[in-house]
C-alpha cells in the first residue's frame, strides 16, 4: 500500500508538470471546462470509454487528490519556470527554487 500510495504520488507529481508544461505551450486555461478531464469525467460526457481513472485510483489508495484539485495545482504550477511542484498526501503547492 505505501509503495503503491509513492508511484500514486509520483505518477500525480508527474502529470502536474506535464500538464502545466502542455497548457503553458498552447496557452490554455486548466481551470476552464473541457482543457483537462480524466478518463472517468470524459466517459461522463461521452467522449471516452468507460474508465473510472485515475479518481477510483487516488479514492481507494486514500490519496485526497481530486481532478478539480489537479487542474488548480497546474494552475498555480503556471508562469513559474524557475518554480516546480512538491506534493505530499494533502496535497501540492508550488516550490519557488532560487536563481543561482
Ligand atoms: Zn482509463
Known amino acids: 500500500m505505501a509503495a503503491a500510495k509513492e508511484v500514486a504520488k509520483r505518477t500525480y507529481e508527474t502529470a502536474v508538470e506535464l500538464f502545466t ?27 471516452a470509454s468507460n474508465h473510472g481513472d485515475p479518481e477510483h485510483l487516488w479514492t481507494q489508495l486514500g490519496m485526497g487528490y481530486t481532478m478539480d484539485g489537479f487542474r488548480k495545482t497546474v494552475k498555480a504550477a503556471m508562469g513559474g519556470a524557475s518554480s516546480k511542484i512538491g506534493c ?13
Open 88 to 100: 505530499d498526501n494533502v496535497g501540492c503547492k508550488k516550490i519557488t527554487i532560487a536563481p543561482i
Open 21 to 47: 508544461m502542455l497548457c503553458e505551450k498552447y496557452s490554455l486555461d486548466p481551470l476552464a471546462d473541457g482543457v483537462i478531464i480524466s478518463h472517468k469525467e470524459g466517459c461522463a460526457r461521452g467522449i
